[in-house]
């Protein structure tokens, strides 16, 4: 026998053993030939899940996955907020090593290397499919996703707040991902990443014809989204791809629910928002049926599914493959377990907190430490820290040595940040007093910030005042503000409020030296975040170019970019005020300037696109416009005349533009009539054919609908529908000239 076959031989064994010992009848899809879908339900507690001992609504198909595979009973969140915990998740790196601790102020460095990029390299295909505009393109966790298909926005309407609450329901991702599982190469692996957003608040699960959903509240949103898992799992067990697939479930985070005075989540770091589901579903890899009941890591989750994959881990990760305790009988009661919030101090100049936990006690560090015995206490009400002092300093001697292993001082911090003598200098000349800008804020700066649990009512009014803000009540916003400022008028946050509801009720007059005030408040604040203090001046610069006073704007916005040149809004804002002003030259050079840092800025194109067609630049027009297409964004006005620039030479982009167009904006069947031609140009007659129903659903007395219905009809080569199609166009207008032609051409043929 030769040395190949005895090793083929002992390789078969080894399979014939491992599938025994795990209790399969059959030979399990080896490692080598498995894909894998990773599902992030963000928001999702681990308790409300049935296999977590969760009561109050059913969860079968969450539940299913748990039964069939290992579920991990402890597992922790790094950091209770959507982007830095998929930065982390898709990384294998903690928060502070990669540097990204808060949505939208923060992107994943292009140099780290993720999951998909890894997957990629070894020629998986990948597909993420995101239903938050927090994980859009542009954040970082597109970074080897071939196909990633995000949340379409409008930018140009509402305020930064309406834009980060942009959504869409686990029902219209899975639309997107069926489509994918169709359209795939099915000769390649996958690595598929579907993101469910719909436990956020607000608890609104949409109510579909034929899904019974049970609960109320939080609860129904989880029952909403097991039912759409439970479709997703069903399309890949259809597709036979499910037993060839490791599927991996995790939550991003919890959701406090009033635990400890929270609402949401962002502020705290305890277990309502830091524990959530995990499983593992890969059959003849992970027993059916494990649990492993001490604490892990998201942060492992990459070593995991590489581990799982036979593949290496990622070389930058910090969280170890988990499969040794899904393996073993050691179910790591002594693993420790981490966390950390920088929301409060970015958002609201309080102190960040950081936790360390092991299987029973855990210590969260903040200006006033806690310690809690989670097994007599789990919910967190009686602080030990002066009772057990010495335990209580053991953990935070243990957190404070292990944060200096994994903090990457090369990682860009928003939170410190130094204002050069040159910047002071400017700050002065625009009219700003502040003898004493805070020239440093650092991370272990020695400053002493308020704690946010002394924090937490003023912060739920704060909350109170922006929802209304949001829904239209500035008057009610402002009316909260001023009441917050009136008793804490260093609440920048407040302010910022107090602002907004102002311009909005158009009160500019009074809103001028609110956000005067409100630069020198942040600048000279040294607690006060860099965010916080760009967005001061950027605040500033809009009431200006909303009072028509060009040139103070203009200084403030230079001082913006200068400060920030990855700021959109102001790039944008600016060179939009600059094309007002008539000056395209200088608008040009600020969007070009920007783009050639973000090339894929749906917004920044769309407004190079406008000064394009302004100057007559047709060609640099038809570009932009592809380019639009390409990144799938911009806002829609110009995403509609973008597809009529390309509709003759591209209409497969064309018809792009107009489906980013159409999902930010209401059904419009005249709309919908041009989408419908340029895919039936681009050779997409099955979903010109969906597109033209959906348009004369709405108007059924359109006799071109039923024409092109007709046509397309008669491509996809069904001349019966055909026929129909074109006597009905005949019926709603006697003289269809190209109707008539077609049915004599019919009937001669
Ligand atoms: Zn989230």
Redesign the pocket.
């Known amino acids: 026998m030769s040395a190949t076959r005895v090793r083929m031989r002992l390789a078969g064994l080894q399979i014939a053993v491992v599938a025994l010992a795990l209790g399969e009848c059959s030979e399990p899809v080896p490692a080598s030939r498995r894909s894998v879908v990773l599902v992030t339900l ?2 999702t507690r681990s308790d409300r899940l049935g296999a977590y001992g969760g009561t109050a609504v059913p969860t079968p198909n969450l539940d299913r996955v748990a039964r069939e595979g290992a579920l991990f009973e402890t597992a922790v969140s790094q950091v ?4 830095p ?2 930065a982390s998740l898709m990384t294998g790196r903690y928060p502070a090593s990669l540097g990204v601790r808060h949505n939208g102020i923060y992107r994943l460095p292009e140099d780290v290397t993720t999951l998909a990029e890894r997957l990629a390299e070894e020629g998986f295909e990948t597909a993420g499919f995101v239903s ?1 505009f ?1 994980l859009n393109r542009g954040f970082g966790v597109e970074q080897g996703f071939e196909r990633f298909d995000d949340v379409p926005v409008d930018r140009f309407q509402g305020n930064r707040d309406q834009l980060f609450e942009a959504e869409r329901s686990a029902d219209d991702v899975n639309e997107q991902v069926f489509r994918w599982l169709e359209e795939r190469d099915p000769d390649r692996r996958f690595f598929l990443w579907v993101h469910y ?1 719909d436990p ?1 608040d607000p608890y609104d699960p949409p109510e579909r014809e034929g899904r019974r959903l049970h609960g109320t509240g939080y609860d129904r949103e989880i029952s909403y989204v097991d039912s759409c898992f439970g479709d997703l799992v069903d399309r890949l067990g259809e597709a036979d791809l499910l037993d060839s697939t490791i599927v991996v479930v995790a939550g ?2 919890g959701e406090s629910l009033g635990d400890h005075g929270e609402s949401t ?1 962002g502020v705290f770091i305890y277990e309502a928002s830091t524990r959530v589901p995990l499983l593992v579903r890969a059959p003849g890899l992970v027993p059916a049926g494990r649990r492993v009941a001490g604490p892990v890591e998201l942060v492992a989750v990459a070593a995991t599914i590489l581990d799982l994959l036979g593949l290496d881990p990622l070389p930058e990760g910090q969280g170890p493959s988990l499969r040794p305790r899904i393996e073993g009988d050691d179910d790591g009661h002594d693993a420790t377990a981490h966390a950390e919030t920088y929301m409060p101090r970015l958002d609201y100049g309080w102190s960040e907190l950081t936790m360390v936990r092991d299987g029973r006690f855990k210590l969260i560090q903040a200006p006033t430490p806690e310690l809690y015995d989670l097994r007599d206490d789990p919910g967190e009400t009686l602080n030990l820290f002066q009772e057990d002092t010495e335990r209580g300093e053991r953990l935070a001697a243990s957190l404070a040595s292990w944060a200096k292993t994994i903090e990457d001082a090369s990682a860009e911090s928003q939170a410190s940040r130094t204002l050069s003598a040159e910047e002071q200098e400017r700050l002065r000349s625009l009219g700003y007093l502040g003898g004493e800008f805070s020239a440093t804020v650092g991370e272990g700066d020695g400053i002493a910030r308020p704690d946010p649990k002394e924090m937490i009512a003023q912060l739920e009014r704060f909350l109170e005042s922006r929802r209304r803000l949001n829904t239209g009540d500035a008057l009610g916003a402002l009316e909260i503000s001023e009441d917050i400022l009136g008793e804490h008028p260093e609440n920048h946050q407040a302010r910022v409020t107090r602002i907004l509801a102002l311009i909005d009720l158009g009160r500019l007059v009074e809103a001028e030296p609110v956000a005067r005030a409100h630069v020198e408040a942040t600048q000279t604040d040294p607690a006060a975040s860099v965010a916080l203090r760009e967005g001061s001046l950027e605040l500033m610069a809009t009431v200006y170019r909303l009072q028509g006073r060009i040139d103070e704007a203009e200084r403030h916005y230079r001082l913006v970019l200068d400060l920030n040149p990855d700021s959109e809004t102001s790039a944008v804002d600016f060179a939009t005020l600059l094309l007002e002003s008539d000056r395209p030259a200088e608008a040009r050079e600020i969007v070009d300037a920007f783009l050639a840092r973000h090339p894929s800025s749906g917004i920044a194109l769309a407004t190079r696109f406008r000064l394009e067609e302004l100057s007559g630049d047709q060609d640099g027009a038809r570009r932009t416009a592809a380019a639009m297409a390409d990144a799938r964004g911009g806002d829609p006005e110009a995403l509609i005349r973008a597809s009529r620039v390309l509709s003759q030479h591209d209409p497969a982009r064309a018809a792009v533009c107009l489906e980013v167009a159409l999902a930010a904006l209401a059904p419009d069947p005249a709309l919908l009539a041009q989408l419908g031609a340029v895919q039936a140009r681009s050779g997409r007659l099955e979903d010109a054919r969906e597109t033209f129903l959906a348009a004369s659903r709405m108007a059924p007395r359109d006799p071109r609908l039923q024409y092109h219905l007709g046509v397309v009809a008669l491509e996809l080569g069904d001349e019966k529908e055909g026929r129909f199609r074109l006597e009905q166009a005949l019926r709603l207008d006697a003289g269809y000239r190209e109707a008539q032609e077609l049915l004599r051409r019919l009937e001669g043929s």
């Open positions: 963000d928001t209770p907020l959507t982007l915990s998929h938050s927090v957003y956020h991003d985070h989540h």
